[in-house]
């Protein structure tokens, strides 16, 4: 028995040993973790982002080729730092800076010096790299803009923050992470998967090989490509009319949804938020409070949508048969609701729905509206329905969109005014300016776009997105769900009627396009601002909305130029020189055309500058 236990307890005990290595190289991977801050080296490759094209194919945004320095502040030695400021264009005072920055993040692990360094750079740092212990190169691409336009569809990549690595582990000091537009939205997506080697270290720190001959390597992993809905011509030609212009233009397919042009104005070259410079160039930018070229005035603005808005009031009327396409309600020049309460009109005479529409009667909506509110018995009632028909086109409420900013607007209801007037007192008069879209409503363009689609489509509309396809994957489902208003069909064709009728006998007559119906609206809306502490109006913005053709439309559009006078003086050529290029493709209205390339309002914005209206 001795003879055995002896041999067997040596063989349990070899087997036991056996067992814990296997598991220990084998199958745990835990001590490789612990091992990356000696014997095991780990460096990432990162993946070239994802292609952004047009709806026909063309190439938006590419890479280009750039190079990170890394340092691990533990592992430099003997480093002549005078000789490396001298290579990079730095001081000795920035050097000790960066390398205090990557020892708080960590002694151990490395993290960025210098990003973004051009070939040339990269060229001159790389013959002498193997003198500077503990400074390694790393490849990366950065964005390579095609064109020169859509800065706020595309947004732009930027490092990652403290903030973002704590939060997502995936992040790395030094990792880039899109920002704003398509990059943001989509950079799970356009990011690929970065690939990771882990390198072998004798007891000196020498590099020896590939840890286990690269058994737990990975290779990095492109991003995938996107295509936008954007079409590139359209975006470039909208862009090039805001010449010296204030304002947004959105266009959009309305069988769709999808976002054809989504113009703001002023804008910036994409390409300038590239590369060592990009946080300079976004400095100036961000501190420009005057054009303020960050604002997205297409998704972010909210206006007061004026004459526009009468469109909703007509087809709420009929919905609530207040009213019909016959009703008729006398203009004298204006509409009075009280005792010296008179709202004004240059309209005059009898008007019904259709030429209320093409006139852009005052007294003809603000009739219909009183109507629609005072059908109920209480304000409160009437208000909490008109509120809710509009609610039903998007309106007052997030679009829910593919891009990261957005606005509400406001759509009041009864709750809304119960709070300005808690004891009451309140009626349809108190809030007429709704009637043409003034008082507290507020609009978006993209909001103005999105409910001319929706009467294009008589009634329906489907959210507004700017992706059109994924390599590999598909779009959210609820960018093809259909959103039904609360107007019955049938209502909306007297409506069109009426807004063909605004380009033949109507406030926009002078913008015909030959070949082409089109049914629009022009909206002049009041523009108030506080200027040392008192509230001044300014000049009126300028509004626009319509869609084409007439029958089976292909775009709807709405333009907002800031202090424009009025809708049919600037946001209305646009809105139809828009419509011209993307059914036809080329212009025939050089008239307006040339006016809208070469001039614009700068010495409107200029009055507010330089103090015109401070004694207003």
Known sequence: MRKILLPAIIIAAALLITVRL?????????????????????????????????????????????????????????????????????????FIRKVEKAKVYSPRLPSIFLAQLNKKEFAAFQEKIRRFKGFDIVKRSLR????????????????????????NPYYKSGDLIGRQGVEEMYEDVLRGVKGVKRIQRDRFGREIGPFKDGMYDTIAVKGKDITLTLDAELQKYGESLMFEKRGGIVAI????????????????????????????????????????????????????????????????????????????FICHHGFFYGRGAFMKCHDSGPSKLHNGIYNSCNTYFASTYKLTIDKYDKPKDGMDAWSNHLKSFGLGNFLGYDL???????????????????????????????????????????????????????????????????????????????????????????????????????????????????????????????????????????????????????????????????????????????????????ITRKDLETKMLTQGLKEEYDKVINGYYNNK
Request: proline fraction near 6%.
């Open 253 to 328: 397919e309305p069988k769709t949804g999808e976002i054809l042009a989504l113009v703001t104005a002023p804008s910036y070259d994409p390409a300038i938020l590239v590369g060592r410079k990009r946080s300079e160039n976004y400095t100036k930018l961000s501190r420009d409070t005057i054009a303020v070229p960050l604002f997205d005035r297409g998704l972010l603005a909210e206006y007061p949508p004026g004459s526009p808005f009468k469109i909703l009031t007509g087809l709420i009327g009929l919905q609530e048969e207040v009213i019909d396409e016959n009703t008729t």
């Open 144 to 167: 390579d803009y095609q064109v020169n336009e859509a800065a706020n569809v595309f947004g732009y990549i930027q490092q990652v923050n403290d903030y973002i690595i704590q939060k």
């Open 404 to 586: 990261p900013p957005g606005r509400r607007g406001l759509i009041p209801d009864g709750d809304y005014y119960n709070r300005y007037y808690p004891n009451g007192g309140w009626r349809s008069t108190t809030t007429i300016s709704n009637a043409i879209g003034q008082g507290e409503i507020k609009m978006t363009p993209i909001q103005l776009a999105n409910m001319m689609a929706t009467v294009a489509n008589e009634g329906y509309y489907y959210t507004p997105h700017i992706i059109k396809n994924i390599q590999d994957g598909k779009i959210d489902d609820k960018f093809t769900t259909k959103h039904e208003t609360t107007i019955n069909k049938e209502h909306f064709k007297p409506v069109i009627d009426g807004l063909y009728d605004v380009y033949n006998l109507g406030t926009a007559k002078s913008l015909r396009i030959e070949g082409i119906e089109i049914c629009g609206k022009t909206g002049t809306a009041e523009n108030y601002a506080k200027i040392n502490g008192k509230r001044v109006k300014l000049q009126d913005h300028s509004v626009f909305v319509a869609f084409a053709p007439r029958h089976d439309p292909k775009i709807a559009i709405a333009v907002f130029i800031e202090n424009g006078y009025w809708g049919a003086r600037w946001a209305g050529p646009i809105a139809s020189l828009m419509i011209e290029k993307y059914l036809k493709g080329e």
């Open 22 to 94: 296997y598991y220990l190289q084998i199958l745990d991977d835990s001590y490789i973790e612990a091992s990356d801050n000696n014997a095991v080296k780990i460096k990432y490759e990162y993946p070239e982002r994802g292609y952004i094209y047009d709806r026909n194919g063309e190439l938006l945004v590419a890479n280009q080729p750039s190079y990170d320095i890394m340092v691990t502040p533990n592992e430099m030695k003997d480093t002549d730092t005078l000789e490396i400021c001298s290579l990079l264009s730095i001081t000795k005072e920035e």
